[in-house]
């Protein structure tokens, strides 16, 4: 017979130890840390005895071997489908993660409607609202013609036997940590039964070819709550996005096994619930058409999608011995570091003067391409100079003042091409008949290109 033994786990990362602490040694994090009792044993199914089960010898093959490419399944949601590289794969797990009413839950149910709408039969199980409050969501989409399949419950072994019964095409949880196993003695929304109840579902999945749909709730850092575990079981994590104050909502694709990860989708909240939008750049580009120094087009990619977004810089001289810095949307200390090459190598003087950095729309951007970019920014407010509007920027800025190639340079420029723009600011190489490119080879290029402009 199994022994309970009871440990304590840190209900933020899910770290074990043996006894009590106020603080986690893992996360850092206080009072997380709870009692929990387990079942000791090896890990199996739902009324599955431990020991009881026989060991069968498996098949090996070779990596030569024929492979069918597999399926895509379309939800009708084009953003959608591109976060998810191109659509949905049967037999995959899918972790969707957010902020408390970013509109996990309606995206969710405009997916379930297109899914049911193609064809598929679609399973869309809640554990945080009643059946009534969907439906009344459903209506305000417009979407409570689909064929959806709806229920309200959080036992996992009744969700299992009704899937296996009805045997869905899709199903749905929202979300993961409102589940709950009696074959486990913790409470519903503990690490032992996120884990558990995740690891069920996914096996599932697995088994029958379902697509397999999962909520997760998110901690104050913005990470998915529970153990890192469960992003290990599923094929693909995305996190849905959004800026207080505004409109637009970001899917990101952090982890996916069938398609490019930092893949986005970009929506729109309106009343009717979530609108795509196909063009993204017009979202982040301000569109005044009088010139303002300090502010520079960055040609950025998100995942495979080419976007421009406007980078702002304010330089002012300070009366403080150490001087402030400010940045929004953009790397704090990689803005240090630019400041430092910029003196350095360029021979400007911002040791005495408040920076001020600042991505417009609310995007976040973390590719180093955009190095030249907000260097261009910070010379325009420098020198109060004005860039040429019609212009993009880009490049990788080296600590040695050189400007370094990057990455898809041609899809920058022809996204900036599509837009209305006729000139770029780009590293030695890129190449494009369309737009007058000039070329920067190192900082000083840039220093001179700016005050060309004034």
């Given at each position: 017979m199994a022994r309970n033994t009871e440990t304590y786990v840190c209900q933020s990362c899910g770290n074990v130890t043996a006894k009590w602490a106020g603080r986690c040694e893992a996360c850092g994090e206080w009072n997380t840390i709870e009692l929990e009792a387990s079942e000791a044993g090896p890990p199996g199914s739902l009324g599955a005895a431990p020991g009881k089960s026989k060991a069968k010898k498996i098949e090996f093959t070779s990596?030569?071997?024929?492979?069918?490419?597999?399926?895509?399944?379309?939800?009708?949601?084009?953003?959608?489908?591109?976060?998810?590289?191109?659509?949905?794969?049967?037999?995959?797990a899918l972790l969707i993660g957010g902020d408390p009413g970013v509109g996990k839950s309606t995206l969710l149910l405009q997916v379930a409607a297109g899914l049911a709408r193609g064809g598929a039969s679609v399973a869309?199980?809640?554990g945080e609202?009643?059946?009534?409050?969907?439906?009344?969501?459903?209506?305000?989409?417009?979407?409570?013609?689909?064929?959806?399949?709806?229920?309200?419950?959080t036992a996992l072994r009744d969700i299992l036997a009704t899937l296996k019964s009805e045997k869905p095409d899709a199903v749905i949880i929202d979300s993961i940590q409102t589940l709950w196993s009696d074959a486990l003695p913790a409470a519903p929304g503990t690490v032992t039964q996120v884990r558990s109840c995740a690891q069920e579902l996914v096996?599932?999945?697995?088994?029958?070819?379902?697509?397999?749909?999962?909520?997760?709730?998110?901690?104050?850092?913005?990470?998915?709550?529970?153990?890192?575990v469960v992003e290990h079981m599923v094929d693909a994590v995305l996190y849905f996005e959004s800026e207080q104050g505004r409109d637009f909502r970001?899917?990101?694709?952090?982890?996916?096994?069938?398609?490019?990860?930092?893949?986005?989708?970009?929506?729109?909240?309106?009343?009717?619930?979530?609108?795509?939008?196909?063009?993204?750049?017009?979202?982040?580009?301000?569109?005044?058409?009088d010139a303002a120094s300090g502010a520079a087009v960055f040609a950025g990619i998100e995942g495979t999608r080419p976007v421009l977004v406007e980078i702002q810089a304010l330089v002012s001289?300070?009366?403080?011995?150490?001087?402030?810095?400010?940045?929004?949307?953009?790397?704090?200390?990689?803005?240090?570091?630019?400041?430092?090459?910029?003196?350095?190598?360029?021979?400007?003087d911002f040791g005495r003067h408040d920076v001020f950095l600042n991505v417009a729309g609310g995007l976040r951007i973390a590719e180093p391409a955009a190095d030249l970019a907000a260097a261009a920014a910070l010379c325009s407010s420098l020198f109060d100079a004005p860039l040429p509007q019609a212009s993009v920027?880009?490049?990788?800025?080296?600590?040695?003042?050189?400007?370094?190639?990057?990455?898809?340079?041609?899809?920058?420029l022809k996204e900036a091409v599509k837009l209305g723009f006729s000139g770029a600011l780009a590293p030695t190489g890129a190449s494009d008949k369309s737009i007058e490119i000039t070329e920067a080879g190192a900082l000083a290029d840039l220093v001179q290109w700016v005050r060309k402009a004034h």
């Amino acid at each position: 017979m199994a022994r309970n033994t009871e440990t304590y786990v840190c209900q933020s990362c899910g770290n074990v130890t043996a006894k009590w602490a106020g603080r986690c040694e893992a996360c850092g994090e206080w009072n997380t840390i709870e009692l929990e009792a387990s079942e000791a044993g090896p890990p199996g199914s739902l009324g599955a005895a431990p020991g009881k089960s026989k060991a069968k010898k498996i098949e090996f093959t070779s990596l030569a071997g024929a492979s069918e490419d597999v399926p895509r399944v379309l939800t009708g949601n084009a953003e959608f489908d591109r976060a998810c590289g191109g659509g949905l794969v049967p037999g995959s797990a899918l972790l969707i993660g957010g902020d408390p009413g970013v509109g996990k839950s309606t995206l969710l149910l405009q997916v379930a409607a297109g899914l049911a709408r193609g064809g598929a039969s679609v399973a869309y199980i809640s554990g945080e609202e009643a059946t009534d409050q969907i439906r009344l969501r459903a209506k305000r989409l417009k979407a409570e013609d689909a064929p959806v399949n709806l229920a309200s419950a959080t036992a996992l072994r009744d969700i299992l036997a009704t899937l296996k019964s009805e045997k869905p095409d899709a199903v749905i949880i929202d979300s993961i940590q409102t589940l709950w196993s009696d074959a486990l003695p913790a409470a519903p929304g503990t690490v032992t039964q996120v884990r558990s109840c995740a690891q069920e579902l996914v096996r599932y999945a697995k088994s029958t070819g379902a697509i397999l749909l999962l909520v997760g709730h998110v901690t104050k850092d913005g990470q998915i709550a529970g153990p890192r575990v469960v992003e290990h079981m599923v094929d693909a994590v995305l996190y849905f996005e959004s800026e207080q104050g505004r409109d637009f909502r970001i899917l990101r694709a952090v982890k996916n096994r069938f398609g490019a990860a930092h893949e986005i989708g970009v929506f729109e909240m309106t009343g009717a619930g979530l609108a795509e939008v196909a063009n993204p750049s017009a979202l982040f580009l301000t569109g005044s058409e009088d010139a303002a120094s300090g502010a520079a087009v960055f040609a950025g990619i998100e995942g495979t999608r080419p976007v421009l977004v406007e980078i702002q810089a304010l330089v002012s001289p300070s009366s403080l011995a150490a001087p402030r810095r400010a940045v929004v949307g953009w790397d704090g200390a990689r803005l240090s570091m630019l400041l430092a090459v910029l003196d350095a190598r360029a021979g400007l003087d911002f040791g005495r003067h408040d920076v001020f950095l600042n991505v417009a729309g609310g995007l976040r951007i973390a590719e180093p391409a955009a190095d030249l970019a907000a260097a261009a920014a910070l010379c325009s407010s420098l020198f109060d100079a004005p860039l040429p509007q019609a212009s993009v920027v880009f490049g990788e800025v080296a600590l040695s003042g050189a400007v370094r190639p990057v990455n898809q340079a041609g899809a920058r420029l022809k996204e900036a091409v599509k837009l209305g723009f006729s000139g770029a600011l780009a590293p030695t190489g890129a190449s494009d008949k369309s737009i007058e490119i000039t070329e920067a080879g190192a900082l000083a290029d840039l220093v001179q290109w700016v005050r060309k402009a004034h």
